[in-house]
């Protein structure tokens, strides 16, 4: 098992579990005060450019599987 923690723009961290079988858990850690979690352009902070790219094809990659039918009632 492998553990990967990232820090975001905004405070709190985004962990990914990527499992001995190959299955992935996210997992979302925020101050208890904080309403969102976010990783930015450049003008807001843009700290992980390639986590932010990545986070970018994971949201085109859900919706298009969405509209695709997988998940009918997701999209």
Do not use: W, Y
Not at 18 to 34: M, R, Y
């Amino acid at each position: 098992m492998k553990r990967i923690t990232r820090q975001g723009d905004s405070g709190g961290r985004l962990v990914l579990v990527v499992e001995d079988d190959g299955d992935v858990v996210l997992q979302i850690q925020q101050p208890a005060e904080a309403g969102h979690f976010e990783f930015c352009t450049g003008a807001g902070g843009g700290r992980s450019p390639k986590v932010l790219r990545a986070l970018k094809a994971l949201a085109e990659a859900m919706e298009e599987e969405n509209t695709a039918g997988r998940h009918p009632h997701m999209a």
